[in-house]
């Protein structure tokens, strides 16, 4: 029973343009979504956040999409950079059950090429 | 401000045996999270401790235990050894339900 689903395991995008990766979830008891960044051989780094009040958040080139009725968000990068070069993963949390647990997708890997 | 650090880096342990990983948490952060991520999977919710308690568990036997100590800090627990634990095992901490920021991890293999 996948909760959350990234279903694109890979991305390749040229340096410059923009990266959007998606993720969908099933739950619709989740009311708040994070992405993380993995390099190998390092723990998540959190990026960014939204709560479900909001159907956009903004940081930088990172730029958050929710649209709940159709349980789908997106992470995208603009302009992305051969440093997002990384596996994303989005997790999703219902702040009222368990405080905070994080259920996360398969992770997507993104490869910027110069 | 210190992040989260987790010990050891790498264990190799053998089927049947117990093991024990320990997560400092990132200063100010009263909520310790574990996390295993197997090959090619997102990582999966084990337990997480507030103030020393357990406030959640995930879908892992018994033989999956935890701790948490006054100054916040945990252990991870793992009896009865199998060749399936073989994971990266994240820990995260954080100040009650918000974001968790994750340590660099314990790759944990069983033989």
């Known amino acids: 029973d996948q909760q959350v689903k990234q279903n694109s395991p890979s991305l390749s995008v040229q340096e410059g343009r923009i990266s959007i990766l998606n993720c969908d979830y099933t739950?619709?008891?989740?009311?708040?979504f994070l992405w993380y960044k993995k390099y190998p051989a390092e723990g998540p780094t959190f990026l960014i956040s939204?709560?479900?009040?909001?159907d956009k958040n903004e940081d930088g080139r990172f730029t958050v999409f929710l649209n709940k009725s159709a349980k789908h968000l997106s992470l995208h990068i603009v302009p992305s950079q051969p440093g997002d070069s990384a596996v994303y993963f989005c997790a999703a949390s219902a702040v009222g059950n368990q405080g905070g647990k994080l259920i996360f997708g398969q992770g997507t890997e993104l490869s910027v090429k110069p | 401000e210190t992040g989260v650090t987790q010990s050891p880096t790498h264990l190799i342990k053998t089927r049947g045996q117990q093991v024990t990983l320990r997560c400092s948490s990132q200063s100010g952060h009263n909520t310790v999270s574990w996390y295993q991520q197997a090959l090619g999977q997102g990582p999966q919710f084990i337990f997480q401790?507030?103030?020393?308690?357990?406030?959640g568990r995930g879908n892992f036997p018994p033989r999956f235990s935890g701790l948490q100590f006054p100054n916040y800090s945990s252990e991870l627990n793992v009896n009865a050894l199998e060749l399936d634990d073989s994971a990266l095992y994240l820990c995260?901490?954080?100040?009650?339900?918000?974001?968790?920021?994750f340590g660099p991890g314990t790759r944990l293999t069983v033989t």
């Open positions: 939204i709560s479900s009040i909001k």
């Open positions: 739950n619709s008891m989740f009311d708040y």
């Open positions: 401790y507030y103030r020393e308690e357990e406030n």
């Open positions: 995260a901490s954080s100040l009650g339900a918000t974001e968790q920021y």
